[in-house]
Every structure is written in structure tokens, then in C-alpha cells.
């Protein structure tokens, strides 16, 4: 068995030899229905609710597994390959992770930090993130010249590269993420207060992003898209502006320029990618939930006495699997299940 497979029987507490099974008449190109109505001696009865769980997984699964190959591939092509990065790819759990990883090898448009590199300035940023002691408008006086016109100049230069590194940074995206996640408030305001809508009780509203419940993230969807609503992810950013500062500056005498540098990632880069990937998980999870819910009820609607006040006797036909027969009683509850063969070569009833 593979590591996808071991995962998944893991992730879903399926016996992994069932999990190999329904991988394989999957990709046959059977269908869901088909393998659980005709395939049940093979798959061990899993129902056709286990069967999907399944094959979601390994599409996921799989669709990670090609992501991080790509990625690495590109990485290589860049000559920018090591053992260390490729195993970081590797263990990433989350396609989240791999992107994290790739974004500072991404190809990028023209920004402020490839501007400064442009003018030479990449060594001073790399001096200012080292453990080296030294006054930092002295040292950036050296960079002075032709296309940078005094040490302020090279500083601020040197200040976009490190805002860039840090926002790709994939240890500080994460760790930013996870504040959010815990900490984010989402602010909801009317576009137009005065336009009636069916959204009207979002207007002024705000809940903390740990708590809305799944409703209420796709009513909110729903009237941003119709463009009632205007949407932010709100958090204190102090708290991480001292923890990234705190890992970057490594000298005092420098900690200002990275405290100002950390800032601008945090206004400039980081926000709004962060805003953008948790209003995506937020979203992911509320579709989640409503499928569940709809399924819940869609259950209890099937479920529902087939016929007024009478007991019911359902049977599904079958010659090698035997005819499956249910009993309901008048409330719908069920009584009892069974399986008959009527046909040779069992011929038991």
C-alpha cells in the first residue's frame, strides 16, 4: 500500500486493504454507485457514503502530490534546488504549504524590492538581517552613488527587500495565519446603507472568524458577490509586528529598520494575502458544512413513511448478491433488514 492510501485509511478509519480495493475499481473508471451496489464483495459493504469519502481523499491527495512535484520541479529549473528545501516540500501536509514554500521562487511582476535589487542594494538587506553589529545609516552610505542618492535612500531600498522576504517567508505566513485564524474578527459594512436588500441584517456587523458559523458566512458571500456588502478581516497587528521584528532584528541599533520594514510587509503584503486565504478556508468550510446539513435533512425527507399508517416492505432485487429487503413501520422507523436468495443456485429464503 502506498503512502496516499495509508493516509487516507487513516484520515477516514477505513481498513486500508478496503481503501487499496475501491482505489483500484476507481481508477478503472467504475463509478461510485456502481462499485457500491455491485461490488460490495470486494469493498467489504462500504456504502456509497464511504466510497465518495474515498475517492475525495485521493483526488486531494494526489492533487498535493503533483502540486509538490511540480513545485519542485520548477524550483530545479531555477538551480535553486537543496536536500533541505525539497524535504520541506515534501513533508508540507497542506496546499498551502507548498505554495508557501514556492512563493519566494514564484516569478514575480516588477515590485519595489526587485527595484532595489536592481540598484545593488540586496547586500545591504542581507547585512541588515544578519547578526552583525554596526550603524546602519554608515553602512548604507556605501551604497550611495549613481542610482541610489543618499544612505536614507538605500536604507529604504533595503527596507522593501526585507518587507518582501519577510512576507515570504513561509514559517511567517503560517505563523500569521494561525493569529488570524484565532484572533481575526470579520467586519461586515452595507456598500449603500440605504438600499434595501435581504442583507440588511449584515449592514453593520462583525463576528470573530473562530465562531461564524457557516449560514452566515454564505449569506455574507452571497451579498458581497451582489455587491451589498463590503467585507475585511480585521485583527490587533501589534502583537505580530513585535514577534516578527523580534525574529528578524538581530542587533538593536537595527531593530527600528526591521520594526519599519515588518510593518510595511504586514500593511502591504501580508494582510491582504492572508485576508484572502482565510476567507477562502472560510469559505471552503461553509460549503462543507451546508452539503452535511443537506444531507442531514435530505435523509429525514427520504426517510419519511413511504406510505400513511401502513408497514412497508421494500425489496431490492438481486441474483448473485441475494434481494436486500427492509420493514418500516407506519412512522417510518425501521424494523428490520435482511437478505434473501431466492434464485439457484442458494436458493434460501
Known sequence: MDNILAQIALETQIPGRQVEIVAKLLDESNTVPFIARYRKEMTGGLDEVAIRLIEGRLKWHRALKQRKEEVIRLIAEQGKLSPELEGRIMQAARPVEVEDIYLPFRPKRRTRAAAAREKGLEPLAQWMLSPQSGDPLTMAARFTGETVADAEEALQGA???????????????????????????????????????????????????????????????????????????????????????????????????????????????????IERDLRTELTQRANQQAMQIFARNLKSLLLQPPVREKTVLGIDPAFRTGCKWAVVDSTGKKLQVGVVYPTPPQQRI
Do not use: C, F
Open 159 to 273: 527596507m522593501d527587500i526585507i518587507a518582501e522576504t519577510v512576507a515570504e517567508d513561509a514559517r511567517s505566513r503560517s505563523w500569521l495565519r494561525d493569529y488570524a485564524r484565532k484572533q481575526g474578527v470579520l467586519m461586515v459594512k452595507a456598500r449603500d446603507a440605504g438600499a434595501e436588500s435581504a442583507y440588511t441584517m449584515y449592514y453593520q456587523y462583525q463576528e470573530s472568524v473562530s465562531r461564524i458559523p457557516a449560514h452566515r458566512i454564505l449569506a455574507i458571500n452571497r451579498g458581497e458577490r451582489e455587491d451589498y456588502l463590503k467585507v475585511t478581516l480585521v485583527y490587533d497587528t501589534d502583537n505580530p509586528r513585535d514577534h516578527l521584528t523580534g525574529q528578524y532584528a538581530k542587533t538593536p541599533e537595527k531593530a527600528g529598520y526591521i520594526g519599519r520594514a515588518v510593518e510595511d510587509s504586514l500593511s502591504r503584503l501580508l494582510k491582504p494575502a
